[in-house]
């Protein structure tokens, strides 16, 4: 191989890379994009977790004991239950995770 042929090879080369350089740039871009899709929708499901609209108040609503004693039986839908309304009320704030692994432990 001459020098000319090495030099012609080397540009050859470069110009390949620079090609790779600008898919690599324009795939984590897209990558970027999508990860912030991902984190907005995090943000929300961590939002609604977090609001009144947990499984335990949702199956309390329905008519369902959420208390430890009576779990799931069916309440009077005319009269609260104390148990019930203590639970949701002092663990209204922690998200389900947090519930489950208390209940876990009691
Ligand atoms: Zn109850």
Partial sequence: MTLTEDIRFFEQRLREMAEEAVELQARVAELERH???????????????????????????????????????????????????SLLHHRGRNNAVTIAETSLHD
């Fill in 35 to 85: 990860n912030q899709i991902l984190q907005k929708e995090l943000e929300e499901a961590s939002r609604a977790v977090g609001s009144g609209f947990s499984p335990l108040t949702k199956l309390y609503d329905e008519g369902f004991h959420v208390c430890h004693a009576s779990y799931a039986s069916p309440r009077d839908l005319h009269e609260d239950c104390p148990w019930c309304l």
